[in-house]
């Protein structure tokens, strides 16, 4: 006899990175995504994306875990760090490099912005290839040399293996069954980093293989990353992984009209609460799309 199949249970999750405190813009994104969980009766957890060697600091993760908790956002469960992941990271790279999937890159970025003729993706200039031409005489000799390296994904080949798979909108904001099916174009990257040298994966390598680990069921997350969905779905493709359903909110923007960043201290929630800004209130206004000092939603 078959077992009726139970409904999924929502999970989302907030994946900051602690390269800086919090701005307006995070604590908008993790309340619409602790709304969405509870509001389906699914679990919220919070997951801290620390393996950037060089940006990330264990300040900012106490930074983060204040500012959240002041604001409001509570999670479920244990907090996820990446750099308690390394070994899961590890054993996919394995696997893409087993396949072939996966060749040393020994640029540096000055050589890169040096190949003037790149042809531009989404986030700037593709990398042209130029690793991709080396023997693997050459390849095994420079690493052994203890030359450092990342690691890219060949693209066209990968595609070539699973083709360009689909993924899932929900348009926000969010409305009961509205979807989209959406064609990743994972060509349109050319072939990203999947390991850095100054870091053991990826932001795609790691943030795929933790949701699938955390068993995501929706990422929500702002519009920048939107393009990035394109190279998850792939190596979901290519790794066997679930694909979740992503919804991208707007992103906000200051009164000069750019981007918040973490760099604009003046509205960290830390700063806000400094001011004496009653958490609550803040929240309240955050869901209502009231944001403070001039921020505003960008356009779409
Ligand atoms: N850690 C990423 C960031 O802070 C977000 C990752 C994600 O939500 O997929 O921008």
């Known amino acids: 006899m078959t077992q009726p199949t139970a409904p999924q249970h ?50 900012h993760v106490a930074g983060i875990i204040e500012d959240l908790h002041w604001l409001g956002v509570e999670w479920d469960g244990d907090i996820v760090f990446q750099s308690q992941r390394l070994d899961s990271y590890d054993a996919a790279l394995a696997r893409l490099r087993d396949i072939g999937l996966l060749y040393p890159c020994f640029c540096t970025r000055a050589d890169i912005q040096a190949s003037l003729t790149a042809p531009h993706g989404p986030e700037g200039p593709l990398y042209p290839r130029t690793c991709h031409g080396l023997d693997a005489a050459e390849r095994a000799r420079r690493i052994a040399a203890g030359e450092a390296h990342a690691w890219r994904i060949d693209m ?32 349109a990257h050319g072939d990203v980093v ?61 009164p000069d ?31 209502a799309q009231r944001f403070p000092i001039g921020i505003r939603l960008a356009r779409a």
């Not at 009766?41 to 393996?51: C, K, P, V, Y």
């Not at 190279?231 to 066997?240: D, K, M, N, P």
């Not at 973490?262 to 806000?272: E, F, N, P, Y």
Request: aromatic share 4%; hydrophobic share 45%; net charge positive.
């Open 10 to 59: 929502m999970v989302i999750r907030f994946a900051p990175s602690p390269t800086g405190r919090l701005h307006v813009g995070h604590g908008w994104s993790a309340l619409l995504a602790m709304d969405m969980a509870r509001g389906a009766g699914g679990a919220f957890r919070l997951r801290i994306e620390d393996i950037d060697g060089t940006r990330s600091r264990p300040e």
């Open 194 to 254: 999947l390991a850095r040298k100054d870091a053991p994966a990826s932001y795609h390598l790691s943030c795929t293989l933790d949701d699938a680990a955390m068993g995501v069921t929706h990422v929500l997350r702002g519009l920048d990353l939107r393009g990035a969905t394109d190279i998850h779905r792939l190596l979901q493709a290519l790794l066997g992984l679930p694909s979740p359903a992503y919804v991208h909110h707007p992103l906000l923007v200051g």
């Open 156 to 187: 066209a080949r990968a595609v070539e293996q699973v083709g360009a798979p689909g993924w899932t909108s929900l348009p926000f904001p969010v409305q009961d069954g509205r979807t989209e099916s959406v064609k990743a174009d994972p060509l």
């Open 257 to 287: 009209g750019r981007r918040l960043a973490k760099r604009d201290g003046s509205i960290a929630l830390a700063d806000l609460r400094a001011q004496g800004v009653a958490p609550d209130a803040l929240a309240a206004d955050l869901r």
